[in-house]
C-alpha cells in the first residue's frame, strides 16, 4: 500500500535536520578552541585590559590627531570595474510627468519672536486627501514657484516649456453665423453699446481742427482711390493661414491700403501733439499675436475615455492666433473706466456651451503661447497698450468663402473682432508686466480699438479686468475676484463717406474725424501708480552671466518660432521616393537619410 508523502513537510524535517549537524559542528569547533588557552593570549588580553581607557562624551571621533591609525576610521569603498567618473551600467528609469514633480517646496520658518504666538491664529491649508485634491496642491505649489520668478521671461518659459496641451485655435473672425455670443462666453465680456463719457465730449477748443480733418481726408482718399498700391508679392506669401483660408491677391492689395490709412493718420496726429508724453511711445507695424488662455468648466470637445474618462466638464485651453495692423504702446497705462467695485464689472456673462469644434474651430495640440507682437525681452519699457487697429481682410475672406454677402451680421463680426483680438492682445501684454495666466490683475488694463476699411469706422474701448479661469483659481465664494468680467464699449460701424467723386469724397461725416481724433489724443497716467505696484510679482535678474540670459532668451523664441503641427512634421520627416523604395521588397539596403544640420544664429521668420 502506497502511503502519500507530504512534499513540503518532508523537505522542512531534512532542512531542520543539517542545520542541527551543522550547529554541532561549530559548537565542537568553538569548545575545542576555547578549552585550551594558551599563556600568551592570557597575557594579550589581560595587558589590553589595562591599557583600555574610558571613552568620554566630550572627545571628538573624527579628530584625526587624537587617534593612531586613520586607517581604522576610513569605511572603504567597493571594488568597481569602472572608474567613478565613467557612466555605470544601470536599469534605465522610468521619468514622472512633470505635473508629479513638487516645484520649489517653502521651508522658510518665522522669526523667533513670531514663531509661537501671532495676534491672529494662522491655521495650515486644508488639502484633500482624495487623488485629485494632491494633484491640485501640486498645480498650486507650481504657481507659487512661477509667481516667485523675477523676470518676466523666465515666468513664459517655466510656462510654455512643457508639452503641448489640446487647444482650441481661435482666429479674430470665425466662420460661422451667429458666434459673437460664444467670443464673449470664451473671453468673459460684457459688451456695452455706445462708448464711455470721456469719449463723448468732443473739445471745440482745439487748434487747426479744420486743418487735421481735411489731412486726414486727403490721406483716405490717396490711399484708396488716388495712389497705387504696396508690391504684394512678398505679403501675400507670409499671410496667415487660419481656418477660413488664405486670402485672395486683391483681398491683400486692399487690406495694405487699409494699414497704411491706419499708419499715415497716427503719424500725422504724433506730429501734430508736441507733448512729451507723445515721444514715449512705440508703434508695431503688421504684429502677430499669439496667446492662449485656460477656460474653467467647459464641455470636453470630444469623447474619448482615454483623454477625459467621466469628466464631463474640463480646463479648456485656446489659443488665439492673427495678424493685426498696428499696436501703439506707451510707457504708462490708460486711465481705467470703471474700477473692480462698480457694479459694472461684476456683469454675469451668459453661458455659451457651444461645441466650438462644430463652429470650425479647430482642435490641434499645441504649446501655451504668450507672444503680444514683440519679444519679452525687446519691449524698452512699452509695456502698456494705447490703440489696436486691424483691418477687414478677414471679413471679406470670410463672406466670399462662405457666400455670405447677403448676411447683414457685420456689426456681430465687427464686435467679435474687437473683443477677441483686443482680449488676446491685453493678456499678452500682462504676462510680460508679470501677471501670468494664474496670478490676477491688481489693476485693469485699458486699450482703444479701431476697425476700419477706409469708408466705414468702428471704435471700441477694451478694458481687462480678469484672464484667469482656470478652475485651480476659482473659489467658492462669492467675493473672489473671479466674479470680475472684462467690459468693451462699441460705437457701432459709423460711415465716413459714401463716394468719391471728381477728387473729392461726397457726403463726410466729420463726427467719425472728431472722435478718431479724440481717441489718438486720450492722455495716459503716469503718477496714479508707482513702477513698483505696476508690476507687483516682477524683482530684479538674478542671473549673474549673461549667457545664460541668451540661452534663455534663444530657447524662448526658438520656441515660439518653430511651433509646427505634428501631422505635418510627420509628412516632412521622409521624401516620397524614400518611403517608396524602403517600403518595396526588393529594397535589401537600408539607405540612412543625412541630411546637413542647419545652424542657425537667430530664429527663423515665425510667420
Not at 177 to 199: D, K, M, V
Not at 348 to 369: A, D, F, Q, S, W
Not at 508 to 519: F, R, Y
Amino acid at each position: 500500500m502506497l502511503i502519500p508523502v507530504n512534499r513540503p513537510l518532508l523537505r522542512y524535517i531534512i532542512l531542520s535536520q543539517n542545520s542541527q549537524i551543522n550547529v554541532g559542528r561549530y559548537a565542537n569547533r568553538t569548545l575545542s578552541s576555547s578549552s585550551s588557552p594558551s599563556p600568551s593570549s592570557v597575557s594579550n588580553a589581560q595587558q589590553s585590559k589595562s591599557n583600555e581607557q574610558p571613552i568620554s562624551d566630550n572627545s571628538d571621533w573624527f579628530n584625526v590627531e587624537s587617534g593612531t591609525d586613520i586607517n581604522e576610521r576610513v569605511v572603504p569603498k567597493p571594488i568597481s570595474y569602472l572608474p567613478d567618473h565613467l557612466p555605470q551600467l544601470r536599469k534605465r528609469q522610468k521619468q514622472k510627468p512633470w505635473w508629479k514633480f513638487r516645484y520649489f517646496v517653502d521651508v522658510n520658518t518665522l522669526p523667533n519672536e513670531q514663531q509661537e504666538y501671532t495676534e491672529q491664529p494662522e491655521y495650515p491649508p486644508i488639502f484633500e486627501p482624495t487623488t485629485e485634491g494632491k494633484r491640485k496642491q501640486i498645480r498650486l505649489d507650481w504657481y507659487n514657484a512661477i509667481r516667485r520668478l523675477p523676470t518676466a521671461e523666465q515666468k513664459i518659459y517655466e510656462i510654455t516649456k512643457h508639452y503641448g496641451h489640446l487647444s482650441l485655435m481661435i482666429d479674430p473672425v470665425m466662420a460661422t453665423y451667429n458666434a459673437l455670443p460664444a467670443q464673449q462666453f470664451i473671453t468673459r465680456t460684457h459688451l456695452i453699446n455706445g462708448l464711455p463719457e470721456s469719449y463723448r465730449s468732443t473739445n471745440n477748443d482745439r487748434k487747426n481742427i479744420e486743418h487735421l480733418r481735411q489731412q486726414i481726408l486727403a490721406i483716405i482718399a490717396g490711399r484708396l482711390f488716388e495712389a497705387k498700391s504696396r508690391i504684394v508679392s512678398f505679403d501675400f506669401r507670409k499671410t496667415l493661414l487660419s481656418t477660413i483660408g488664405r486670402s485672395s491677391r486683391a483681398n491683400v492689395i486692399q487690406s495694405l491700403a487699409e494699414d497704411d490709412i491706419v499708419a499715415d493718420v497716427i503719424q500725422l496726429l504724433i506730429q501734430n501733439n508736441n507733448s512729451t508724453e507723445r515721444l514715449d511711445h512705440h508703434l508695431d507695424f503688421t504684429p502677430f499675436v499669439s496667446t492662449s488662455w485656460w477656460l474653467g468648466d467647459y464641455p470636453i470637445p470630444f469623447r474619448k475615455s482615454h483623454w477625459f474618462r467621466d469628466n464631463e466638464r474640463i480646463n479648456q485651453l485656446i489659443t488665439y492666433r492673427g495678424n493685426h495692423s498696428v499696436h501703439w504702446r506707451t510707457m504708462n497705462p490708460l486711465p481705467s473706466i470703471v474700477s473692480f467695485d462698480d457694479p459694472l464689472s461684476c456683469t454675469k456673462i451668459p453661458e455659451c456651451n457651444y461645441n466650438l469644434l462644430k463652429l470650425g474651430v479647430t482642435l490641434r495640440r499645441h504649446n501655451i503661447m504668450s507672444l503680444p507682437g514683440f519679444w519679452p525681452d525687446r519691449s524698452g519699457g512699452h509695456d502698456f497698450p494705447y490703440l489696436l487697429a486691424m483691418n477687414y481682410e478677414s471679413l471679406r475672406q470670410r463672406k466670399q468663402r462662405y457666400g455670405l454677402s447677403q448676411c447683414m451680421d457685420d456689426q456681430d463680426v465687427l464686435d467679435g473682432m474687437a473683443i477677441i483680438s483686443a482680449f488676446s492682445w491685453l493678456t499678452g501684454l500682462a504676462n510680460n508686466l508679470g501677471f501670468t495666466l494664474y496670478d490676477r490683475l491688481t489693476y485693469p488694463l485699458v486699450t482703444n480699438v479701431i476697425i476700419t476699411d477706409g469708408q466705414h469706422w468702428s471704435f471700441y474701448v477694451y478694458q481687462l479686468n480678469n484672464h484667469c479661469f482656470h478652475d485651480d483659481l476659482v473659489a467658492d465664494n462669492e467675493n473672489d475676484d473671479n466674479r470680475l468680467c472684462n467690459l468693451c464699449w462699441s460705437s457701432g460701424q459709423m460711415r465716413l463717406f459714401d463716394s468719391y467723386e471728381n477728387g473729392k469724397l461726397q457726403n463726410v461725416n466729420t463726427a467719425v474725424l472728431d472722435l478718431l481724433i479724440d481717441m489718438l489724443n486720450m492722455k495716459t497716467v503716469d503718477n496714479h501708480l508707482s513702477p513698483l505696484e505696476l508690476r507687483p510679482y516682477l524683482s530684479i535678474d538674478s542671473r549673474q552671466q549673461q549667457r545664460e540670459r541668451d540661452e534663455l532668451t534663444y530657447s524662448l523664441r526658438r520656441k515660439f518660432a518653430n511651433q509646427i503641427d505634428t501631422f505635418v512634421a510627420r509628412r516632412k520627416k521622409t521624401n516620397l521616393w524614400e518611403t517608396v523604395y524602403k517600403n518595396h521588397k526588393e529594397a535589401f539596403i537600408d539607405v540612412k537619410r543625412i541630411r546637413p544640420k542647419i545652424e542657425m544664429k537667430y530664429p527663423p521668420f515665425f510667420k
